[in-house]
């Protein structure tokens, strides 16, 4: 069964500010007034004006100039915006099997809080853990499983199932299926695996052909 990690992704805590932050000396800016980003041109900043002569008047900042910081965070922001909506389809990558490994550690939720509300499937679940923590209807030699057809449920990368059992909607479920694969493979075979480099690359494939298609039908819109 793939199982989604317990907890959600601590996004925040990879979030690093844009600039070095140099400590601020109380008093130093206003109350409610962040610092800026250090900027070449605020001290003697400008082009040399001949024989010394100060310039008349301050030159002024356009907007969005790259001395204020603002242009490079938002072409960052932007690309990673762009990122985030790039499609992504989910596909089984064949000769892995680590979801079958039932017995999944802490870092995963316990069959008692999947099926908290399904008393059947957490039956099931227990009687199909082998003392190994393996399925035990789980072919190690082939990496199939002996009951492919008629698996339960809890055992389908589906978005019924996403849905039953952790109430992920359809919108996201290409994604979610994803990130447990990531997290199934890492926790069976390590994060240096050729299963996982495997995975990732069936991932970009599929997701590119998705890309793909989502342009020809665009395209095809835009001929009619
Ligand atoms: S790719 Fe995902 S769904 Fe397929 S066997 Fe591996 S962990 Fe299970
Ligand atoms: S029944 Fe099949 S698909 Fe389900 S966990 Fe066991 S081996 Fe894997």
Same mark, same amino acid.
């Given at each position: 069964?793939?199982?989604?990690?317990?907890?959600?992704?601590?996004?925040?805590?990879?979030?690093?500010? @844009? $600039?070095?932050? #140099?400590?601020?000396?109380?008093?130093?800016?206003?109350?409610?007034?962040? /610092?800026?980003? %250090?900027? +070449?041109?605020?001290?003697?900043?400008?082009?040399?004006?001949?024989?010394?002569?100060?310039?008349?008047?301050?030159?002024?900042?356009?907007?969005?100039?790259?001395?204020?910081?603002?242009?490079?965070?938002?072409?960052?922001?932007?690309?990673?915006?762009?990122?985030?909506?790039?499609?992504? @389809? $989910?596909?089984? #990558?064949?000769?892995?099997?680590?979801?079958?490994?039932?017995?999944?550690? /802490?870092?995963? %939720?316990? +069959?008692?809080?999947?099926?908290?509300?399904?008393?059947?499937?957490?039956?099931?679940?227990?009687?199909?853990?082998?003392?190994?923590?393996?399925?035990?209807?789980?072919?190690?030699?082939?990496?199939?499983?002996?009951?492919?057809?008629?698996?339960?449920?809890?055992?389908?990368?589906?978005?019924?199932?996403?849905?039953?059992?952790?109430?992920?909607?359809?919108?996201?479920?290409?994604?979610?299926?994803?990130?447990?694969?990531?997290?199934?493979?890492?926790?069976?075979?390590?994060?240096?695996?050729?299963?996982?480099?495997?995975?990732?690359?069936?991932?970009?494939?599929?997701?590119?052909?998705?890309?793909?298609?989502?342009?020809?039908?665009?395209?095809?819109?835009?001929?009619?």
């Amino acid at each position: 069964m793939l199982l989604l990690l317990r907890g959600a992704r601590a996004a925040s805590a990879d979030i690093q500010p @844009r $600039w070095p932050q #140099a400590p601020v000396q109380a008093g130093a800016y206003p109350a409610g007034s962040p /610092p800026s980003p %250090p900027c +070449p041109r605020a001290e003697g900043g400008g082009r040399a004006s001949g024989g010394g002569r100060p310039s008349p008047r301050p030159r002024r900042h356009r907007r969005r100039s790259p001395c204020l910081g603002t242009a490079r965070p938002r072409a960052q922001q932007q690309q990673e915006k762009a990122k985030a909506k790039r499609a992504v @389809r $989910w596909k089984c #990558a064949s000769g892995c099997g680590a979801c079958c490994k039932l017995d999944k550690g /802490p870092d995963f %939720p316990t +069959p008692d809080e999947i099926f908290a509300d399904h008393p059947d499937y957490l039956q099931l679940y227990r009687s199909m853990t082998g003392d190994d923590g393996w399925c035990i209807n789980y072919d190690k030699a082939t990496r199939t499983c002996n009951i492919y057809q008629d698996r339960s449920l809890f055992c389908r990368v589906e978005p019924k199932a996403f849905d039953e059992f952790f109430g992920v909607p359809r919108s996201r479920f290409d994604r979610e299926a994803c990130s447990a694969c990531l997290d199934n493979i890492k926790m069976v075979y390590g994060d240096d695996s050729a299963e996982l480099s495997n995975f990732k690359r069936v991932i970009r494939d599929e997701s590119k052909k998705l890309e793909l298609e989502a342009s020809k039908n665009q395209d095809k819109l835009l001929d009619t």
